[in-house]
């Protein structure tokens, strides 16, 4: 019985893809990573290929409510193994006109761990978006907890590169910073 319970056990864990352990280097990743990875941090997986074959649209339950996008990037070329030799991560925005360029591109200045940028035609090809991300390189290897990291630190700066963006919040008139980005201190 022992013998069955024990190998019922190692096929169970064989079976689920895991990532437990964070301090494994990884030097591609699959979707399959991507859906682990998010999963093990509590994110709610909403889609998957919405963006290419690679790619995931999870929601942060556990903190900030936002929807964001995960991808590989540099995918299946050939001379590397398999898999994808860098991840996007993305928060997507509508653009409502009230953006400008110039706050974009503060915000770039500001924030300088994640990219601000504007698309006219947005990722539909219609809607305009404002969107905050970040690239991971994973040539060489990077740890799971990095790539956990490099997340957690997006989904905690998009909100505030969108306030000071729409000029809202804390960046808005009257609000707590209104003082530290007087134009005239520039």
Do not use: H
Request: glycine share 10%; with cysteine.
């Amino acid at each position: 019985m022992r013998r069955i319970i024990a190998s019922m056990a190692i096929l169970a864990a064989a079976a689920m893809p895991a990532l437990a352990d964070e301090n494994a280097v990884v030097k591609t990743v699959n979707l399959q990573q991507l859906q682990t990875i998010l999963t093990e941090e509590g994110y709610t997986i909403n889609s998957s290929g919405d963006d290419g074959a690679v790619s995931v649209r999870a929601t942060d339950t556990n903190g900030t409510g936002l929807i964001f996008n995960v991808f590989g990037a540099a995918c299946d070329l050939e001379g590397y193994d398999t898999g994808c030799l860098g991840i996007n991560m993305q928060v997507r925005y509508d653009a409502d006109g009230q953006e400008t360029l110039e706050l974009i591109n503060e915000a770039n200045l500001m924030w300088a761990a994640t990219s601000a940028w504007y698309s006219a035609g947005g990722t539909d090809g219609i809607s305009p978006t404002v969107g905050i991300a970040r690239y991971v390189i994973l040539d060489g290897g990077m740890t799971i907890r990095n790539i956990k990291d490099n997340l957690l630190n997006l989904l905690a700066i998009a909100p505030q590169a969108a306030d000071y963006i729409w000029q809202v919040g804390e960046y808005g008139p009257g609000g707590a910073d209104d003082a530290a980005y007087d134009d005239d201190e520039w």
